[in-house]
C-alpha cells in the first residue's frame, strides 16, 4: 500500500470501497484507556527517543509499564 491512494488499493483489492479508521476510531473499539496503547505506528508519537536509542533492558522496561 505503500505510495499508492485509497483508490489505487481499492482497485488492487477488487473491492467495491475502501475507508480506514482514524485514529480515534481505532482507539474507540478497544477497552481501557488511549495511553494504555501504543499508537505510534499511526502517530509518530514514540514514547522511547527512537532518535536516541537506548538499551534493550530500558525499551523492555518501557514496554512492560505499558500493560500494567
Not at 477497552?31 to 530500558?58: K, L, M, W
Request: charged share 25%; hydrophobic share 30%.
Amino acid at each position: 500500500a505503500n505510495g499508492r491512494s485509497v483508490e489505487e488499493i481499492r482497485e488492487y483489492l477488487g473491492v467495491d470501497s475502501l475507508h480506514y479508521l482514524s485514529l480515534d476510531g481505532l482507539l474507540s473499539c478497544v477497552h481501557g484507556s488511549p495511553q494504555d496503547f501504543c499508537t505510534a505506528c499511526y502517530s509518530g508519537d514514540y514514547r522511547i527517543d527512537i532518535e536516541n536509542p537506548v538499551t534493550e533492558q530500558d525499551i523492555t522496561g518501557d514496554q512492560l509499564r505499558m500493560f500494567s
